[in-house]
């Protein structure tokens, strides 16, 4: 039997082709995501055992669970561990503490402490190893420090400070910049001499400005700096030694031409030294990571693509599926026969089952030697982040699934080619097919369609209900999720019943055409099963791709909906001496409409409403900014949300969104109640206010206005203050005291590019000393952005699933093609021009493809409002279809099915109509 199902298969060949084709397109995502999932574990493991350098293994001290042990007094050292000791043992080749000192490194030799940390930028202090071998950064340019007064800088911390290699640099712990002036006098700054320059690669110091790289000596200078700048006597600080330091990790190597008992007996003798602590491999520090960050299975970004490729191979299996199913009815007279001449029902099922094997193995081989040479070239290419890491699980896992999925998809067509009967062999093929549903199918979806819709309702309504910080807050959507996989799977089972009908309708549009419209909607609806399961197919990923970028729209939308009511500025540049020249550079800058100094108080509130007793500790009081808003920047740098475009003087108002903030100490006030408070000048001031009069002092000597003024409430919102207030400039007046706090207001220009102008606002703030940037302006673009990115990674795999049903429409064709051969020619024979013949099936494959496209949109449109509605619980979600996406995807099928019916077209009017004719089976 396996001569014959050899030979079938080799008739068949090109019929197969585009099944193959799927199964390749889908074992080459599946193969691609397992080599990208090798990557990430690789580079993983390189960043977490970068602290090694080179060192071969790290004793780490066992610290207690609760930090107690720090108010006892009990701190591990290096002493007290052992560790101390490891360069000690024979055998061991180079050691290196891990432990950092935070400093600040300024140019030249400084005159004091104080004058190098006012100066200066922050880095981390880190000791290098005995021999300089097994460092985790590497020596750009001149050498390490051999003894105490030499330092090797990173490289752009070096450029910040001006210096190079021969330079001169101060360094000071970070502790004299907080310490009381006597005892920063106390300390006297390290100056050490630039020796090397160093690189980063894994950027393992970067957030901390950089390392400075000291011998052992020097970074004990560092520490009893470190203790006199907190008051430590100084007979303490000259007792103090390397040994005395706090117990960190500790990386070291062994002599290389040690065999591996030597080394074992040299890990036992440290292991005797130590005390409290665990000596690890940087070989197995690394599996132990691995298995914490994929939880002993498969790392957490392969699997969520796998997921998208394992939807890629579903939709291949209906491509398969549909594929065998023509193959058996195109077959059935030869099927009939080996019958009639002894082939039993067994043989004939695993024939096809046979078929199915041979075919996902060739095809998924292939497709996971594309993924290897796709990665191995862009590797070579030197891609960034890209190398070639093989594995078994990257080849096998490809073809044993992609094999299994194409068995499971042929094994409907097997069982339909066991009923074929001897007597068949007798009787013309006709390749019309039934229309319609099984009754028992139609229920179930039927039942299924009724659920999952009930559900995603109930979801719905939940949401509505829920608030964002309750505890069900996940209720709806963990509802909505299998409800709307119910809802899909009931569309995907009645496709039979619902997808003919659609597309019938579509064709009568269709027919209006012409005589090749005409013949389009007539083949649609002579193979309605077919069409079905290829519609089928399309409707997947095109729903899929629908509900990401419905969800991600409504999302969207829904969020710049609540930043613009809790952010009523677009940008604001904070704590800022707000002068005219500060105010035209920013003024200047591209992308900005229009910016305004602001002047603001800070205010200090009663829970009561009335003001605030000062002396009363019991008093719940709340602390926010009361700003000053001058008239020409209501419309312009703030939204016009104030009921007006002159604020009137003698009243406060106060943003509606205070009473829905912290509880316990905020006045719940409306329009029309009082609002007693009390005004400094600066939050400083307010400080100095308390702590004065909590202490009995004298605090008249401090600016303040205490008064009570009607309220008058508004939807605005400042920064990220829900509790902001403002006043006139009357108003300000009439308090007596001059604010202290400045701000500089933004209006941004709508068609502005957002990124630039954040890099320009960015850049200009650095010059503006002191201030920050912030606004809904900002949070708009951060929000925007991550979703835009989330969209197209998503829509980019989604994308696979997609390509794989468009291959399945041009396969429905080739196959529409093949049995219509006769009747094309017939066509031909009668008049139909080459062209018409053409145009039919190109009308033919856009029918399906719109057909689909269409039906997905609406259910993709749904599923993704369902979603962001469950999703954003509490929030009133506005629904916000992309349009642009959705003609995309309009326009996406029709040029696709125009394509995919090229090929089809021509192997239809190549043929004579004579030869055609002819009776070739």
Known sequence: MWSITRGMMKRSRRTLVPAGIAIAIASLFISATLLLGNVLDAQSVKQFTAEYGNAEYSATPDYPASPSYQSDGDVPTLASTGLEDIASVNGVSDVRYSGTEPVIASAGAASSASSAASSGYSASGIEVSTKAGIMPIDLADGSWPSKPGEAALDSDLASKLGVSVGGTVSLVSTAVDSAAADDAAAVSPLVVRVTGLTDDPHEQYSLAGGSVTLAADDIVELERQNLLAIGTPQSDVDSFTHG?????????????????????????????????????????????????????????????????????????????????????????????????????????????????????????????????????????????????????????????????????????????????????????????????????????????????????????????????????????????????????????????????????????????????????????????????????????????????????????????????????????????????????????????????????????????????????????????????????????????????????????????????????????VRTGDSLGMVVTSTRSDQDSLYATAFEGGDVSTIPQAQTTLPVRTASFAIGDDDCSLAISEGTARSLGIDPGRHDIWIGVDKNADASDLIDRLTTLTRDFNGSNLTGAFIFRKMFDTVIDIAMKAMLALLSVAVIIALVGVANTLSLSVIERQRESATLRAIGMTSGQLRASLAWESVLISVGAGLAGLVTGGFFGWVGAVTLLTGTSVAFAPNWAIYGGIVLLSVVAALLASVLPARRATKVPPVVALADAD
């Not at 095809?363 to 040479?373: D, K, N």
């Not at 896992?397 to 001897?422: D, E, K, N």
């Not at 109930?458 to 910080?469: E, F, K, L, Q, T």
């Open 244 to 668: 005395d330091i706090t117990a960190s990790a500790v990386y070291f190597s062994l002599d290389s031409g040690m065999s591996d008992s030597q080394k074992n007996d040299a890990i036992g003798q440290i292991r005797s030294k130590l005390r409290s602590v665990t000596v690890t491999s940087r070989t197995d520090a690394a599996d132990a990571y691995l298995r914490k960050l994929n939880g002993g299975g498969v790392n957490p970004v392969v699997a969520a693509i796998l997921v998208f490729a394992i939807l890629a191979m579903f939709v291949a299996a209906l491509v398969i599926a549909n594929t065998f199913r023509v193959l058996v009815t195109q077959r059935r007279r030869t099927l009939a026969l080996l019958r009639t001449i002894g082939a039993s029902k067994g043989q004939v099922h695993r024939s096809v089952l046979t078929e199915g094997v041979v075919l996902g193995l060739e095809y998924s081989a292939l497709g996971t030697a594309l993924a290897y040479a796709i990665v191995a070239i862009l590797a070579a290419a030197k891609v960034q982040g890209i190398e070639l890491i093989p594995s078994a699980s990257s080849i096998l896992v490809p073809i044993v699934f992609a094999t299994l999925i194409t068995v499971l998809a042929s094994s409907g067509a097997a069982r339909l080619a066991t009923s074929v009967t001897p007597m068949e062999a007798l009787r013309p093929i006709d390749a019309t097919e039934k229309a319609g549903i099984k009754a028992a199918r139609a229920v179930v979806s039927v039942l299924l369609l009724a659920g999952g819709l009930a559900l995603c309702l109930s979801a719905v309504r939940m949401a509505g209900r829920i608030s964002p910080s309750s505890n069900d807050y996940a209720t709806p959507l963990l509802m909505a999720v299998p409800g709307c996989i119910l809802v899909f799977i009931g569309l995907v089972m009645s496709t039979q019943a619902w997808i003919p009908w659609l597309l019938s309708g579509l064709g009568r549009l269709v027919s209006l055409t012409g005589a090749s419209g005409t013949i389009a909607a007539a083949n649609i609806r002579k193979n309605p099963r077919r069409i079905a399961a290829t519609s089928g197919a399309l409707l997947i990923g095109i729903t899929l791709v629908a509900t990401v970028a419905t969800g991600a729209s409504c999302a969207s939308a829904t969020v710049n909906r609540e930043l613009d009511s809790h952010y009523s500025v677009d940008a604001s540049i904070t704590e800022v001496a707000a002068d005219p020249a500060q105010i035209g550079q920013v003024k200047a800058l591209d992308g900005v409409s229009d910016a305004q100094g602001i002047a603001a108080y800070a205010v200090t509130l009663s829970a009561k409403g009335t003001v605030p007793d000062i002396s009363d500790a019991d008093d719940a009081q709340s602390y926010t900014a009361m700003y000053v808003i001058p008239d020409s920047a209501i419309g312009s740098v703030v939204s016009d949300t104030f009921g007006t475009r002159h604020l009137e003087d003698g009243v406060v108002y106060v943003s509606d969104a205070m009473h829905a903030t912290k509880p316990n100490t905020t006045p719940d």
